[in-house]
Nanobody
Framework: QVQLVESGGGSVQAGGSLRLSCAAS????????MGWFRQSPGKEREGVAR????????YYADSVKGRFTISQDNAKNTLYLRMNSLKPEDTAMYYC????????????????????WGQGTQVTVSS
């Protein structure tokens, strides 16, 4: 069993920065892939960034590339998402998620490949 708890959301003005954190516990196999997803009202949940726990390899959605940075501290079992140059369109509920090779997480940053989810943290960017 994996538990994920996000923190760090809030309200900022456009151009500002936030850092999200996700405290994780449970099977490290089940956390082979760690990802950040977001969902805004009326839209589907979309993958934002992903990191592989062992190699540290990262992937970013085009919409956040160059502005967001995903990182991890395995000793602290914590995942981070540094968000710079925030835009109003970044406004969403942000979710931390964990997946394993068994769930297909090496196949892509898609919701169906991640089977553990946090409760979400709200990010609101005003213009």
């Amino acid at each position: 069993q994996v538990q994920l708890v996000e923190s760090g959301g809030g309200s900022v003005q456009a151009g500002g920065s936030l850092r999200l954190s996700c405290a994780a516990s449970g099977s490290t196999y089940s956390r082979s892939c760690m990802g950040w997803f977001r969902q805004s009202p009326g839209k589907e949940r979309e993958g934002v960034a992903r990191i592989y726990r062992n190699s540290g390899a990262t992937y970013y959605a085009d919409s956040v590339k160059g502005r967001f940075t995903i990182s991890q501290d395995n000793a602290k079992n914590t995942l981070y998402l540094r968000m710079n140059s925030l835009k109003p369109e970044d406004t969403a509920m942000y979710y931390c998620a964990a997946g394993s090779p068994g769930s297909g997480c090496y196949s892509g940053l898609l919701e169906r490949y991640y089977n553990y989810w946090g409760q979400g943290t709200q990010v609101t960017v005003s213009s």
